[in-house]
């Protein structure tokens, strides 16, 4: 892209309103195409001629913004006419706005005292071969806008009657804006994608109006009402109501999470342009003539997130189940707006790779995100320490710390973004930073061979953790020490594919192997023996399963994994011979369980086991988000054991496919479906006539694996029979 625009700013400081730029511009001749380059130093949104340009929410999205800034191109031939205006405001969003890492981190404190700047350029092609160019610089105007306030933890207030006075709008002025860093759009774009409608409305006993979507969800309301010149409707928003009843906001912590319309004269509609909110329930503060006057029709709830291609199904006779993972899915929706979240609702929000890499494999098979997790990476590579190190987040507005299985999101993601597509191009991407994140480790070590010392998450949230705490009992040095061997394994793995030479890297496997097993003969929680046998590190994996089927037992057949082992607990028990006890962790409704959050009622996955207690209290108001997707990664158990659509190493990308289905008897019947690169795989598995029968779609040739026994066959649907 050959930029000769300028970036412009107003010429004064707008404070808390979004400076809205302006160009009106004549054009003579024939258009034949044009296609305007567009970006700015917050979120903007731009209208020609009085119609949006384009659909994307939020654009131009978030970037670790001082290696890569996004810049769009939109088609805009049909907007334009003999006379044009152009008009572009611009929110704080991610660059400007509050996120916690800014007054810590100079470098992100500096970006967010830049000016609100934007930077666009309209290329007209007219009929004859000419072009014409309409860019940014000081011919065009800036002012303040209808947008009073804008911020994604805080809200957003519209002022629908604001007048802006001619005399109010001077001449941008142009600045030095970075160019160097300007990429073109690489992730999806973020979209509203879809609406929820009001469920019902009701009055709380503190006497609050209070309008329930029914759904936990990501994204704003939209209001549609008559109403009068400056009437108010302010909106609060919540996930939970209390265990009285009432609105319910402590969890978003400091997060004001509010919307403010002013209205004008008439009837009228809006939605917020530059934030949003995470929330099921919606508190009238202010509306014409009361919140009792407020109507069910005047809210619609519309859900925003990337534009990923849903891509996996699973359903079953077990409607707790179908709840969990309808809930597993709105928390993949509610959390994938260009970045995978944490959550969306708190003052948070963050690219947290722990989280990323925990849930990914079943991100992957509910939707297509190579794309998206193409993009994230990218800045993970762009924002790794020149030693390696990988931040808690990504983009890094945190600083460079590391700690362990959250920096492991470096090697893990583009190993199972190959697996799920089968497309190598994101190791040879990101396989400099993959060889980093271990030499990192290897660095920064006090003993050779595993990573002990520094600072870590451990197994977060981890139910054996000591009152107080929210780290898990699972010792810190294990957990850093088996993502070490995981990590290094991986980059052996991506290496091969790539034809690199790993040499380096196999030689030190076998000696953190060697290194893990004299360290740690003994395992002491849930997760020491999920991570020793699901990583094959233990001296006898078997023994490390059998161990850790008797304590599941022990605990009275329970969980009581954190965000470390919680993943690949149910792998570890149906791989060592303990399926049963697979499902019953699966299926089991009292608390601490998957399904137990479904019993109170959750429409999305919670941060914690026991974000609502039994007796209806909550965990905590600081670390209490209600769609937190973490937990969701069971669903890749679901799909690849209990369906049995296996990922496949030796033909990624279920080129081959290989299907070993475990049906139990708690269940009638369960379907799993899922798009991939060479078709539809599906799996189905049902009681019928004493028996069970399997129904299973391949495109490929495919082994299907029944009760043991594996049959080649090749594409097109197959039926088999096995014992009940
Ligand atoms: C986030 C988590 C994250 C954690 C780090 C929390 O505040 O919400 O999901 O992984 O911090 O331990």
Redesign the pocket.
């Given at each position: 892209m050959d930029w000769h625009a300028q970036w412009i700013q107003p010429a004064e400081n707008l404070g808390d309103v979004s400076p809205l730029f302006e160009k009106k511009f004549p054009l003579g001749k024939q258009v034949q195409s044009a296609t305007l380059y567009i970006t700015a130093l917050g979120v903007y949104e731009a209208e020609l001629n009085g119609q949006r340009v384009g659909t994307y929410v939020l654009a131009p999205g978030w970037t670790s913004y001082q290696k890569r800034l996004q810049y769009q191109a939109y088609d805009v031939t049909a907007l334009l006419q003999a006379e044009n205006t152009l008009r572009v405001t611009i929110g704080k969003g991610w660059y400007r706005g509050r996120l916690p890492g800014w007054e810590a981190n100079e470098c992100y404190n500096e970006l967010h005292k830049a000016p609100a700047g934007m930077l666009a350029q309209l290329e007209i092609r007219y009929r004859d071969g000419r072009r014409e160019d309409i860019a940014t610089d000081d011919t065009w105007t800036a002012g303040e806008s209808r947008v009073r306030f804008s911020e994604l933890y805080d809200g957003e207030t519209y002022d629908a009657s604001f007048v802006p006075e001619k005399a109010s709008r001077s001449a941008a002025v142009c600045f030095h804006g970075p160019y160097d860093c300007l990429i073109p759009q690489q992730g999806e774009e973020i979209r509203e994608k879809e609406q929820v409608r009001a469920a019902r409305i009701f009055t709380t006993p503190k006497g609050e109006t209070v309008v329930d979507f029914g759904q936990n969800l990501t994204g704003y309301v939209a209001i549609s009402l008559n109403a009068h010149k400056g009437d108010i409707v302010e909106l609060s928003h919540a996930e939970v109501m209390d265990r009285q009843g009432n609105f319910y906001t402590e969890n978003y912590r400091s997060a004001k999470a509010k919307y403010c319309y002013i209205c004008k004269e008439g009837p009228q509609t809006y939605q917020p342009k530059f934030t949003y909110f995470g929330f099921r329930y919606i508190r009238i503060d202010a509306f014409p003539g009361g919140a009792a006057n407020a109507k069910l029709e005047d809210f619609t709830a519309v859900v925003v997130y990337s534009d990923i291609r849903r891509t996996g199904s699973l359903c079953c006779s077990n409607q707790a189940l179908n709840q969990l993972f309808a809930n597993i899915l709105w928390g993949q929706k509610g959390n994938f707006l260009d970045v995978p979240t944490?959550?969306p609702q708190r003052d948070?929000r963050l690219g947290?790779t722990?989280?990323a890499q925990v849930f990914i494999r079943t991100a992957a098979l509910n939707f297509d995100v190579e794309k998206f997790f193409t993009k994230w990476l990218a800045d993970l590579a762009a924002d790794q320490g020149a030693d390696g190190s990988v931040g808690?987040v990504i983009p890094n507005v945190l600083g460079n710390e590391s700690s362990a299985a959250?920096g492991d999101a470096a090697a893990i993601c583009p190993w199972e973004i190959y697996l799920a597509y089968g497309n190598p191009d994101i190791l040879s991407r990101q396989f400099a930073s993959m060889k980093q994140w271990v030499r990192y480790i290897t660095t920064h070590t006090r003993k050779p061979y595993l990573w002990t010392g520094g600072t870590h998450?451990g197994d977060?949230l981890g139910l054996d953790a000591p009152s107080g705490s929210y780290k898990g009992l699972t010792r810190d040095d294990l957990i850093a020490s088996a993502f070490y061997a995981h990590s290094t394994d991986l980059v052996i793995r991506a290496g091969k594919v790539l034809g690199e030479d790993v040499s380096e890297f196999e030689a030190l496997y076998p000696r953190i192997v060697d290194a893990f097993q004299t360290m740690y003969p003994q395992y002491e929680t849930q997760t020491e023996c999920v991570l020793a046998a699901h990583f094959k590190l233990a001296k006898d994996c078997q023994k490390a399963a059998d161990q850790l089927a008797d304590m599941v037992q022990k605990a009275g057949t329970a969980l009581q994994t954190g965000?470390v082992g919680t993943p690949y607990l149910l792998h570890v028990l149906s791989d060592y011979g303990y399926c049963d006890l697979a499902y019953s962790l699966l299926v089991r409704e009292a608390y601490p369980s998957w399904l137990y959050p479904v019993t109170k009622g959750a429409t999305t996955i919670w941060?914690h086991w026991d974000g609502i207690k039994e007796n209806g209290d909550f965990w905590s108001k600081d670390?209490n988000?209600f769609n937190?997707y973490?937990y969701g990664a069971v669903a890749d158990w679901v799909y690849g054991v209990a369906a049995g659509i296996v990922r496949d190493e030796a033909h990624p990308g279920y080129a081959k496919v290989t299907v070993a289905p475990h049906p139990d008897k708690r269940l009638d019947w369960l379907k799993a479906a899922l798009e991939t690169r060479h078709g539809l795989v599906r799996s189905e598995w049902k009681k019928a006539d004493g028996m069970w029968r399997y129904e299973i779609e391949t495109p490929v040739d495919a082994t299907i694996t029944i009760s043991g026994t594996a049959y080649s066959v090749s594409r097109g649907i197959h039926t088999f029979y096995s014992a009940l």
């Open positions: 944490d959550c948070e947290w722990g989280d808690h959250w998450f977060w965000f941060e670390m988000s937190h973490a």
